[in-house]
């Protein structure tokens, strides 16, 4: 069992930062997959980015790339989600997600993950 909580959402202005952190629970973090969604009001549950194991290869979807960069920390079992150059249309609530991972994988969609956090309300105002 993996126990997942996000921090670091908030209010910010168009144009302004956030950092996600998504803490984990256990001692195997370094064999998850982890990463990302977003769910904004009205709409369906997005991918965000993603990042294998070891954290040596990363994806992101295209409205965030550039912008966007996934991280890990193994030795503190935590992900995060530097957020740059926010947009009004970032606005949602954002999610992390993992899934135990023999091999350096890259898991783009919700139904590959078995475990989520509570999520982590993210706002941009224009």
């Known amino acids: 069992q993996v126990q997942l909580v996000e921090s670091g959402g908030g209010l910010v202005q168009a144009g302004g930062s956030l950092r996600l952190s998504c803490a984990a629970s256990?001692?195997?973090?370094?064999?998850?997959?982890m990463g990302w969604f977003r769910q904004a009001p009205g709409k369906e549950r997005e991918f965000v980015t993603a990042?294998?194991?070891?954290?040596?290869?990363?994806r992101y979807a295209d409205s965030v790339k550039g912008r966007f960069t996934i991280s890990r920390d193994n030795s503190k079992n935590t992900v995060y989600l530097q957020m740059n150059s926010l947009k009004p249309e970032d606005t949602a609530v954002y999610y992390c997600?993992?899934?135990?991972?023999?091999?350096?994988?890259?898991?783009?969609?919700?139904?590959?993950?078995?475990?989520w956090g509570q999520g982590t309300q993210v706002t941009v105002s224009s």
């Open positions: 990042i294998t194991r070891s954290g040596g290869n990363t």
């Open positions: 256990g001692h195997t973090f370094s064999t998850y997959a």
């Open positions: 997600a993992a899934s135990y991972s023999d091999y350096e994988l890259i898991l783009r969609f919700s139904v590959d993950y078995n475990y």
